[in-house]
DNA sequence: TAATAAATTTGGAACGATCCAAATTAAATC
DNA sequence: GATTTAATTTGGATCGTTCCAAATTTATTA
């Protein structure tokens, strides 16, 4: 396993400006510039200008890598690897994190693991030999908590979000899922639907499970029946919400109502009510997860589950922040409160 | 201007397995190791057999910061920034440029501006402090010629990507925005159609003014009046879109047509006809620009110009790279062709 | 087998920052 | 002005690699 080579990169000749060029500059010793650059209160107010000045005179750029190599790792960089860069919940998630991070000075490095697991491997090997402060990772499905151990014991911190690995003892923010589908389910119960299945999801990860249960849970409490077919997982995208809307009307005619496993499998859902000339609120009633930003100019706009994603980008960062300090913490595990927000695609009043 | 300091972290104790922990514990030099990490044809099968095994054993990381300590600069980081994280567009974007770069053995490093000037800045230093080998930055408006040869004098290659800096001398890669929005508004025409719109985009954005000017083209072309409201700049968002339809129907309730900057801006347009009572197809003509995976969804499906994100990546990596194995090669400019797309919200026939 | 050539392996000097203890300078006290 | 004390400044040693010239081992040839 030799190391992976970043192109054909000539060794760069353009000569580095270093802190040793500043102090000849401006006539002091490379500590001194040492301190300024870390303002320690130890330095006279008239050097520190001085220096800060010959900084600026002659272009210097401070160089990380020089100053992590000394102080025993770390450089401000932050690993984050989510299931896909182009997906619309990624995208808010992220932008969010973006902000938390460089806020705290730390600079997140992004990557997709397109859910495929030697790609996230892959991520996780480059991201320690870049020496990453921590990790912020939404495991792909088949993760095995042995994954995670290996990067724990190489004393990277982490913490997952959204997901989580079946049985392991690991940092993890996760949104209230059961809550979620729960509610949803329990609304259009209220409304007077009978029938209503559950669309989308991948059987193999964590919240999956979870919104199913949430939906079986108002199922039951209301002695609904729910035949196998009315439960159709599928690996979320528009399309698949297309197929599986056909799908589980092609079971059970009747159903009039149907809640997804996202906003994205809603999306697909109230496209193919289109195409069948179905009128979504009155004909059928569709209930999202996420709330992302468009669902709210979807036609009809929908009823959806909304977690806040700066909560989540607020929490995982918190909590990385706190393993980073002291890998020794106590596990800690936050579940993020839910909210429906009713529109129009459930025919109800909307709130 | 003193050092960011990322957090509070304690100097890692966890104590670092090294190059020098594997030699001994192979029980060669250091030197030999290194040779093995970098496959060296001058180390002998069975050393290097060794050697890699020891790596495994005793579970060494590949330090590259010490690693671009002595090789002069950079480990293969590169900086990306762009409008936002969160746009459809960038995720896209992203997502092709992430596969690009990986391919060759570079993490990127994702940001966005927020389309902020002194966020960008805030971000080239960072960036330039963690020794980049080259930025792919999206300028935010307003950005000088004279901030981007800052960056190309410290040493680091960029290339701009789909939009650029006036008057600045410096690689790009953009669309053919022109020839876009010429296709789209003779399109337009070609349907009977005799006031059309333009509505979206900043004025101090070139692309803005790339696609006004193929709208210009064509009208002028076919003879038809621009009175000065038919044209309706704003920063592009769905909201945007939704508050330009009407003002350019305010202004004139004749028009018939709408080219929009971006699908972004179209699909706030679609939100806002329907929400008038006004059959996009039908009573109104709408194309977009991108081609977003959302667009062949919308409803009605929007006709737009798609610009290929995986030419956009492909092209921007090809030419960094060219520019990080020279500084000194000639200056390129890439425009990308573009091809309209023609769906249902022209109420044409479909393509 | 000795001499030469080729193939491997190796120690030590970088790279550019930080940290520490020691040296210098300035301020305060007698 | 001499001492003590506090405030600044400073030279090395160090972090974990790569690179180079030199040393060592192995293979080839006379």
New interface residues.
């Given amino acids: 396993?030799?190391?992976?080579?970043?192109?054909?990169?000539?060794?760069?000749n353009?000569k580095?400006v270093t802190l040793h060029d500043v102090a000849r500059h401006v006539g002091v010793s490379k500590s001194t510039v040492s301190l300024?650059?870390?303002?320690s209160p130890s330095v006279s107010d008239k050097t520190r200008e001085r220096v800060?000045r010959g900084?600026d005179e002659i272009?210097y750029?401070?160089?990380?890598?020089?100053a992590?190599?000394r102080?025993?790792?770390?450089?401000?960089?932050m690993g984050v690897i989510v299931n896909?860069?182009?997906?619309?919940y990624?995208?808010?998630i992220?932008?969010q994190l973006?902000q938390v991070a460089?806020a705290?000075?730390?600079?997140?490095?992004?990557?997709?693991s397109g859910e495929r697991l030697e790609q996230q491997e892959?991520l996780v090997?480059?991201?320690?030999?870049?020496?990453v402060?921590g990790f912020i990772l939404c495991p792909v499905p088949g993760t095995t908590s042995s994954v995670l151990d290996k990067i724990w014991r190489?004393?990277f911190p982490l913490v997952q979000l959204m997901r989580e690995v079946p049985f392991g003892q690991f940092p993890a923010v996760v949104a209230d899922n059961r809550a979620g589908t729960y509610a949803a389910t329990r609304h259009l119960i209220g409304l007077g639907h009978k029938h209503i299945a559950f669309v989308g999801g991948r059987e193999d990860i964590s919240d999956y499970h979870e919104r199913v249960a949430g939906y079986r849970d108002a199922m039951n409490e209301a002695r609904l029946s729910m035949p196998s077919g009315y439960v159709y997982p599928i690996p979320q995208s528009?399309a698949a919400g297309r197929q599986a809307l056909k799908a589980v009307l092609d079971y059970d005619a009747r159903i009039s109502a149907v809640v997804c496993f996202s906003d994205l499998m809603a999306?697909?859902v109230l496209?193919m009510s289109?195409e069948l000339g179905i009128t979504v609120g009155r004909d059928l009633a569709v209930v999202g997860f996420d709330d992302l930003?468009?669902s709210r100019?979807t036609?009809p706009a929908l009823t959806t589950v909304r977690v806040s994603t700066a909560d989540f980008a607020r929490s995982a960062m918190e909590l990385l922040?706190l393993y980073?300090?002291?890998?020794q913490a106590p596990l800690e595990r936050r579940v993020l409160p839910v909210t429906l927000v009713t529109r129009e695609s459930c025919g109800a009043p909307q709130s």
């Fill in positions: 396993m030799s190391i992976v080579r970043p192109w054909n990169v000539p060794n760069q353009h580095r300024v650059l870390q303002d800060l900084i272009g750029v401070y160089n990380r890598k020089a992590a190599l102080q025993h790792q770390q450089d401000g960089l896909g860069l182009n997906t619309p990624s995208g808010e992220l932008n973006e460089l705290g000075g730390i600079v997140p490095m992004f990557a997709s892959k090997r480059l991201y320690m030999e870049h020496k402060a190489n004393g528009r999306y697909g496209s289109r930003v468009d100019l036609y922040q980073i300090r002291d890998q």
